[in-house]
């Protein structure tokens, strides 16, 4: 069983920035595609962006250029970090395998962009 746990989140001004961590716990994290996926109040959870076992990144284009993904394999850790945010990236933010098939989602973390 693969517990995700993410952590990070918070209350921060236009502008600002955050960085979020997600903890895999389990075998082989090496292995998968991670990718951080988030879900803004009254819409449906959207992919962030995801980086490949081997390190290739992609990001949606209304995050690219401001966020960056990265993994630690030693710590089981993926990475966030999110500069100049804005308000249209209020949302809760999760981790999960990019893949068809995920695990079970952790609590997410949540983010507030607000003045």
């Known amino acids: ?14 502008g600002g ?3 979020l961590s997600c903890v895999f716990s389990g075998n082989r994290f090496s292995v ?15 992919l962030v962006a995801n980086i490949f076992s081997g390190g290739s990144t992609y990001y949606i284009d209304s ?9 630690d394999n ?3 850790t993926v990475y966030l970090q999110m500069n100049s945010l804005k308000p249209d990236d ?3 933010y999760y981790c999960n ?19």
């Open 32 to 46: 998968f595609d991670m990718a951080w996926y988030r879900q803004a109040p009254g819409k449906q959870r959207e």
């Open 63 to 71: 995050v690219q250029g401001r966020f960056t993904i990265s993994r």
């Open 17 to 19: 920035s955050l960085r």
């Open 1 to 14: 069983q693969v517990y995700l746990v993410e952590s990070g989140g918070g209350l921060v001004q236009p």
């Open 90 to 92: 209020t949302a809760v």
């Open 97 to 115: 395998r990019y893949a068809t098939i995920q695990f079970s989602w952790g609590r997410g973390t949540q983010v507030t962009v607000s003045s």
């Open 74 to 76: 030693a710590k089981n």
